[in-house]
Nanobody
Framework: QVQLVESGGGSVQAGGSLMLSCVAS?????MAWFRQAPGKEREGLAA?????????????NYADSVKGRFTISHDSAKRTLYLQMNSLIPEDTAIYYC???????????????????WGQGTQVTVSS
């Protein structure tokens, strides 16, 4: 059982930046950030393979909606996942979730069904 604790959400004006963090209680194979806005489905934003066992060519994956604005990273020594969010727009307002899994699966790392463990979510609000 992997426990995930997120932090770093808050309110910011359009054009601003925020960094989210997510600490995992144990080693993982892949971690990702998702978000869910009111009345919308949960959306996969960015994912990163965190295990040295991963042998693929693309260590990170991004949704088109955040590519170039958001950057995902991972500190393996701290077992901490980060999401640096720049050039925020009001449409980025949502609850942001950290997700993790310890298994290899034949699913996209931006597919919520791929992940077994979830954080509690942190609110991000971008005002115009």
């Amino acid at each position: 059982q992997v426990q995930l604790v997120e932090s770093g959400g808050g309110s910011v004006q359009a054009g601003g930046s925020l960094m989210l963090s997510c600490v995992a209680s144990y080693r993982t194979y892949v971690m990702a950030w998702f978000r869910q806005a009111p009345g919308k489905e949960r959306e996969g934003l960015a994912a990163i393979y965190t295990s040295t066992l991963y042998s693929g060519t693309a260590n990170t994956n991004y949704a088109d909606s955040v590519k170039g604005r958001f950057t995902i990273s991972h500190d393996s020594a701290k077992r901490t996942l980060y999401l640096q969010m720049n050039s925020l727009i009001p449409e980025d307002t949502a609850i942001y979730y950290c997700a993790a899994d310890q298994q290899t699966r034949r699913l996209s790392p931006l597919d919520q069904d791929r992940f077994q463990y979830w954080g509690q979510g942190t609110q991000v609000t971008v005002s115009s």
